[in-house]
């Protein structure tokens, strides 16, 4: 397997060939994970909303508050919202708190109805989506990891000591602070940082910590919960890891608008991929 | 302004468009039916067999949080907490060799489990408390369930607004678990009415909505009523470990 070698520092202009870039489970996953995502961020903010407040403690506690999203109305009757993010209270009413009951109405809920599923509170039928789509996230993840190890395009994409030196020359380059980029294989040492991050970092914490919820589960395997800190812990890390992830969304999705939208995204539908300057297909 | 009201109004359509299909998606029966898929695997994965991990006197919440339907009310119970529960009989029937009916005290007498444990609540909260009480497989190897028998149903005292009685179900594996217990105590007292009293049930091993307060009779049978349980009935997984 030919990992390093690539068509590096090829200019990049219309007669530059394309090359065969993602393969079909690539893109296949790629756009099932994005609609699971979106359904699995929704119906949990639906089972945040039934109880909407996350402690770093085993049991729930209420000294030991990281966040907590309340609302009802004041003595004269208005509308209230209010987040508490440790010992900083602010007023967030029709944004959190008191918010859209996903009914054309508002009521006291932590998030909005537009961005939980279903939009109105139903605590029964969050759960039943987040947990199909959980399991969908799995048999997903499990086809691209395989797939990735034996196509050997997940080796190129997992950040190495030899990238090191090209993380300050690569975000200068993109901070046009640079005018080339560091010679790089199919992926530059950025996006390594960030994919490494999401597939090594987020993903097992959100699967690890969204396992740690379940009784049964902390029954048949209680390390699981015990080395994030207890249920209410796991329930918070779960909430860092999908705010981990969704930033990784919006930085992903700036990045493909902003370095070559058509060809970016083509490359997601057929695989086929124009190279830029210094860009290359191994390592 | 124009502009803002402009792009307020398409924002308000956009979202209220979100929510009409996320809500329209979820009422299709057929959707609902492949979501639920995911309970046998679950069921099938996790199991009942683990042990709830169990912590010291000293974590438990004295204010043990009060959950669920509102205490009864009717004179029935109301008179039952009057006299200190001495009328109050728990009936074991249904499909088993051997019905049985047991006071308070003989309970009492039968009592070996004491154990503190986590609460999960299915709204997300957790709460410690140390529950004593019987074993439900000792009163079921009393009670003898017949062949063909596969679960054990919970009739409670409480009922919703509606007036629909609020009952439960485990099937004998999971009733036969040693943490599978009918509780008479919590936190070294006698339960108080807002907590269930005189029985409730705990199942740690489960989310807190199968822990059913307020039990007055055992039912065995060989198929579930509805769908097991009033919150299974509102739409709730029966297997409730995750």
């Known amino acids: 397997m030919d990992a390093t070698a690539g068509p590096a520092a090829i200019p990049a202009s219309d007669a530059t060939p394309l090359v065969y870039r993602h393969s079909v489970t690539t893109r296949v996953t790629h756009w ?56 900083l209270h602010l007023t967030t009413t029709h944004l959190l708190g008191f918010t859209d009951d996903g009914q054309g109405g508002e009521s006291a809920r932590a998030f909005p109805g537009w961005i939980t599923w279903p939009g109105y509170q139903d605590l029964a039928s969050g759960r039943r989506w987040h947990l199909f789509f959980g399991w969908m996230m799995v048999l997903l993840g499990a086809a691209y990891f395989v797939a990735g190890i034996r ?40 996006q390594k940082v960030a994919y490494t991050t999401v597939l090594f970092v987020f993903t097992p914490l959100i699967v690890i910590s969204g ?29 860092l890891a999908m705010i981990g992830l969704i930033g990784f969304v919006f930085v992903h999705m700036t990045l493909v608008l902003s370095t070559g939208v058509v060809n970016n995204i083509r490359s997601m539908f057929t695989g086929r991929y124009k190279l830029g300057p210094h860009e290359g297909t191994g390592q | ?50 042990m709830a991990k169990t912590y010291r006197d000293s974590d438990v919440d004295r204010q043990f949080r009060v959950n669920g339907f509102d205490t009864p009310s009717d004179s029935h119970y109301t008179s039952l ?18 019905p049985q009916v047991f006071t308070l005290a003989e309970l009492h007498a039968l009592s070996s489990y004491n154990e503190v444990t986590r609460h999960d609540c299915v709204e997300g909260w957790s709460a410690i408390g140390k ?9 079921l190897a009393l009670a003898q369930p017949a062949h063909g028998a596969r679960y054990v149903i919970f009739h409670c005292f409480d009922r919703a607004s509606d007036g629909t009685a609020y009952y439960e179900s485990l099937d004998l594996v999971q009733a036969a678990h040693p943490q599978t217990v009918l509780a008479l105590q919590l936190n070294d007292k ?45 739409g709730y997984e029966w297997y409730a470990g995750i």
């Open chain 1, 32 to 87: 099932l994970f994005a609609a699971a995502f979106v359904v699995l961020v929704m119906s949990g903010l639906q089972i945040f909303n039934a109880s909407p407040n996350l402690d770093a403690s085993d049991k729930s506690n209420p000294a030991r508050r990281v966040l907590a999203i309340d609302g009802g109305t004041d003595s004269a009757g208005r509308p209230v919202g209010m987040v508490q993010f440790f010992g």
């Open chain 1, 151 to 190: 196509r050997h395009d997940l080796e190129k994409i997992v950040l190495r000591p030899s990238d090191l030196p090209k993380l300050l020359p690569m975000q200068l380059y993109y901070l046009k602070l640079r005018k080339e980029p560091p010679e790089h294989g199919k992926y530059n040492p950025l």
């Open chain 1, 211 to 239: 396992l740690a919820l379940a009784p049964g589960m902390d029954a048949i395997a209680s390390p699981l919960t015990a080395v994030l800190g207890g249920r209410q812990f796991a329930r918070l890390w779960h909430f």
């Open chain 2, 1 to 50: 302004m124009k502009r803002r009201l402009f792009v307020a109004t398409s924002a308000a359509v956009v979202l209220t468009g979100c929510s009409n299909f996320t809500n329209g998606l979820n009422e299709n029966a057929t959707v609902r039916r492949v979501l639920s898929s995911a309970e046998g695997l679950n069921h099938a994965l996790i199991g009942t067999h683990g």
């Open chain 2, 81 to 98: 907490v009057r006299a200190g529960f001495a009328g109050y009989k728990l009936v074991v029937d249904g499909a088993v060799d051997r």
């Open chain 2, 131 to 139: 529950w004593a009480g019987v074993p439900l497989g000792k009163l």
């Open chain 2, 190 to 234: 006698p339960l108080d009415p807002d907590h269930g009293a005189p029985v409730r049930l705990r199942v740690p091993t489960q989310l807190g909505y199968k822990s059913a307060k307020w039990v007055y009779r055992l039912e065995i049978a060989a198929a579930l009523p509805g769908k097991g349980g009033y919150w299974e009935d509102q």
